[in-house]
DNA sequence: CAGGCAAACTTGTTCAAACAAGTGCCAATC
DNA sequence: GATTGGCACTTGTTTGAACAAGTTTGCCTG
């Protein structure tokens, strides 16, 4: 079972080591769903450090909806549905890999231009404002996926002109460039695909698309990026879990009467 | 500021009654978005609680969004969606109290029969078993925001042929009635307005629905519901936000290609 | 053989201490 | 006036102890 010593990283916390060894456990399939962990007793032994250290781990792995149980009992691994960590979320091609499938996209268009009304406001910036906006298709495995529309606030998307985007993921390349994409904010709801999305995905106009509107910020709420996902709903949905215990972060907003 | 004293509830540990009036005096604007908190030296004093007690109590709102800050800095309070409790997600009825909007049910149908296929597959049980089968209209301030398709499995489901569905919450009277609805799992995408869904909401046929099909089980996960939730996307959205110290429990999931 | 009870084991809560690391403010110096 | 350093304050991490509460196992008795 868990033998694996953990090993202390000096620049991350114990308890976020073992908690990533953990979830590192149950990813590989090693514990599979159902599977009882190890007792505290044994990881505080085999991790060499302290109950409230292991707890503060398990915790975090509680949280996610990743394990669950009672008193009395070791934690067993959830009929999880499995987080996913800030990039692999924020990031299509990183997605992509780690569901095992080849991420793919076309550049339909980069450019530079007046926000607009919508982007304005979630950019929070002036409507006349310059922002830098690309238009790309995203593919699963050879299939078109997905329409993403993106606007950048100007610092960071002029670092898009010196950029590939044909060749993957914006969001990891402007956190490569040191920006500090730290934030997201995700609204999920339902669009008729319009004459774009419908040449694009191959499919006809006004079917229904999962969308998802994208807000990316500093670790400060600086506003950057603002996208406008668009998947077809037979390739992708968005999944979760919650209990009677621990809440599930996803909230049902209700929106004005159109 | 917050000068109220924690009482201890005999029944619930002392970091979660603190949680929960840490959540109040969010949700009243009493401390508004931006806000700091009183730091923890003086949350220990007021709550007459120790410190490790204290961040127990804080680390459950970070977890849901709800605060977010750093070392050497007092929390503040996130421009955040608010989470929702368990009950408030599962219950359209009390999701809607809960945003000051009139909830309202009209019961189509209510009808014992043969699962199906699909129903068989997500209560599992055989698709010759049979099942309490609900369709109703929801709305919200006497507007059709969604149309509820669910389906129970027979114990619980024939405690609804003593309920007046067109009085509330099924899921409130099931609980009322003893019913271990415990674990949600919530599966997020988009279809197009069926002849039903059309009629009944007063949109045209193939018209984007967001819809949520949730799965509710016991605590020791047997399934007791399955339902079909489609919603005006016009009318609601889901919305979650994640940080690179905190993941969404929301994932995003790739299906088969159609 | 079944049921009940006690003991051992397990997780959940609370408290406290010590140290690390980050923030902010004030005073001194250039 | 600007910059730097020191100090007080703040949060983050780790450890450990004690107790509560739940679970499991083994043994004894009917």
Redesign the interface.
Same mark, same amino acid.
């Given at each position: 079972m868990y033998d694996q010593v953990v090993t202390q990283n000096k620049n991350q916390p114990k308890h976020q080591v073992l908690a990533a060894e953990l979830r590192a456990h149950i990813a590989s399939g090693r514990w599979a769903e159902g599977d009882q962990l190890p007792s505290e007793a044994e990881l505080c032994l085999q991790s060499n450090a302290s109950r409230g250290t292991v707890r503060h781990a398990l915790?975090?792995l509680r =949280?996610?909806?990743l394990i669950s149980g009672g008193q009395g009992k070791p934690p067993v691994v959830a009929?999880a549905?499995? #987080?996913?960590?800030? #990039?692999t979320?924020?990031s299509f091609t990183e997605?992509?890999h780690s569901?095992g499938?080849e991420p793919g996209q076309r550049t339909i268009e980069l450019a530079k231009r007046t926000a607009g009304e919508q982007v304005a406001q979630q950019l929070q910036v002036e409507e006349s404002s310059m922002v830098v906006q690309v238009l790309r298709l995203r593919l @699963? +495995?050879g299939?078109p996926a997905m329409i993403e529309r993106s606007s950048f606030e100007p610092e960071a998307g002029r670092l898009l002109f010196d950029f590939d985007t044909d060749s993957g993921s914006i969001f990891s390349y402007l956190r490569e460039q040191g920006i500090d994409?730290? &934030?997201?904010?995700? %609204? %999920? +709801?339902?669009? =008729?695909a319009d004459a774009t999305d419908s040449e694009l995905l191959g499919v006809a106009q006004?079917?229904?698309? @999962? &969308?998802e509107q994208r807000i990316t910020s500093t670790?400060t709420?600086e506003v950057l990026e603002y996208s406008d996902d668009r998947y077809l709903?037979?390739?992708?949905?968005?999944? %979760?879990?919650?209990? #009677?215990?621990h809440?599930?972060?996803? #909230? &049902? %907003?209700?929106?004005a009467? =159109?």
């Open positions: 915790a975090a =949280a996610e909806g009929h549905v499995k #987080s996913q960590s800030f #990039s979320f924020m997605w992509a569901v499938q @699963l +495995d299939t994409l730290a &934030r997201g904010r995700h %609204i %999920i +709801d339902a669009v =008729a006004g079917t229904p698309l @999962l &969308r670790s709420g709903p037979q390739l992708a949905n968005f999944t %979760i879990e919650n209990t #009677s215990e809440r599930a972060a996803l #909230s &049902r %907003i209700p929106s009467v =159109a």
